[in-house]
């Protein structure tokens, strides 16, 4: 069995004009970007091949990325069920124009299937907890997971009540 802490993986890069919005900042679908790979490396270490994202499921912005900024996105497992995973990421920046503390910009958790040969899901390991800071996020994790499935029969029981010609999926 392998432990969460023993999945971190980080990755960093310099942001550039071309990433760049209309205000100057850092579009948040480069930082999407990252994170999701960040995450998949962590998903596809773990489940010893390919792994899908299945689900963005919470991304917060806290403060803008600008260019020249270094960017440092850090993830690791946080729970694992039969075939499926949740990474959280963090994501940081060293300020290209001044020498301070990283500077927290986002934060997101992610949920991927392991893939087997025959393309159908495959069963993952269980993760070892150990410390207190890993059973807390596992524990968190369930949460998301329980509020994920909720709101998914929520909505398919929504549909079976009152069906409309002119409901569009989004």
């Known amino acids: 069995m ?9 990755m960093s890069r310099i942001m550039n004009a071309t990433e760049a919005n209309l205000l100057g ?12 790979d960040t995450a998949g490396v962590v998903a596809n270490r773990y489940a010893g091949g390919p792994a899908v994202t299945a689900a963005l ?30 990474v959280g990421v963090r994501v940081e920046v060293d300020r290209w124009d001044e020498i301070t503390e990283r500077v927290h910009v986002a934060s997101a958790y992610l949920v991927f299937v392991a893939i087997g040969e025959d393309g159908k899901p495959k069963h993952v390991p269980p993760l070892d907890l150990e410390t207190p800071e890993e059973k807390r996020r596992f524990r968190e994790a369930e949460i998301r997971r329980e509020h994920r ?15 409309s010609d002119k409901a569009v999926d989004a």
Not at 25 to 36: P, Q, R, S, T, W
Not at 66 to 83: C, E, K, P
Not at 149 to 158: D, G, T
């Open 2 to 10: 392998t432990t969460p802490s023993k999945t971190h993986v980080q």
């Open 25 to 36: 900042n850092i579009h948040g679908g480069n930082l999407m970007k990252a994170v999701d």
């Open 57 to 86: 499921d919470e991304m917060t912005f806290l403060t803008p990325v600008r260019v020249g900024d270094i960017v440092h996105t850090s993830a690791q497992l946080n729970w694992a069920g039969r075939s499926s995973m949740e």
């Open 149 to 163: 499935l909720a709101r998914r029969a929520a909505i398919e029981a929504s549909r079976e009540i009152e069906p």
